[in-house]
């Protein structure tokens, strides 16, 4: 009874593993490398969001504990600094957003990498065999349209949190100069 239902256990928790294998197999090399963009992908996403939460709060009352020690803020020096304060917080805000921008279209490049190597999967099958396998056009055609869907879908997600993040940072960079008034 107790091997039962440990073989059953494990049985269970290894089954969703499988599916993921299966996943991987299904859609080709492409796939892997489709993963390890998301992956980069979704590490500067979340990255930015710790900045966000944790980082830009500490850098914005470091920036505006100097502004406010300093006694003169009329001047044409006192700008400047000024204005090298907005511009240090406004370089920290954007600072991951061009590489995030550039892994969202990388993702369905890839896919549609995975799409022409499993149609040429296809072609190839059709070619060897004489006649047309279907097991061998239905792996090509698999791998073309798991990859293509794959790429898109981490497309679609990156996209969505790239234009948030876009907007954050515009409305970030607009509030600046409002905190670092001169007096």
């Known amino acids: 009874m107790a091997v039962s239902l440990s073989a059953a256990l494990s049985a269970g928790l290894a089954a969703p593993f499988e599916s993921v294998d299966d996943f991987f197999h299904l859609g080709g090399w492409v796939l892997k490398w489709i993963l390890l963009a998301a992956l980069g992908m979704w590490t500067l996403i979340l990255e930015r969001y710790w900045y966000f939460a944790r980082i830009h709060p500490a850098e914005l009352r470091q920036r505006l504990g100097q502004w406010t020690q300093r006694r003169e803020r009329r001047s044409w020096h006192a700008r400047r600094i000024r204005e090298q304060l ?98």
């Open 86 to 183: 907005i511009s240090e917080l406004k370089v920290g805000l954007s600072m991951t957003l061009p590489l995030i921008r550039v892994m969202v279209p990388l993702a369905p490049l890839l896919g549609l990498l995975g799409t022409v190597t499993g149609m040429l999967e296809v072609f190839d099958a059709m070619t060897s065999a004489g006649q047309s396998d279907v097991r061998a056009m239905a792996y090509g055609v698999s791998h073309a349209m798991i990859s293509t869907l794959a790429g898109l879908v981490v497309s679609l997600l990156g996209l969505f949190f790239s234009v948030q993040l876009t907007s954050r940072v515009r409305a970030e960079s607009e509030r600046l100069p409002d905190l670092l008034l001169p007096d």
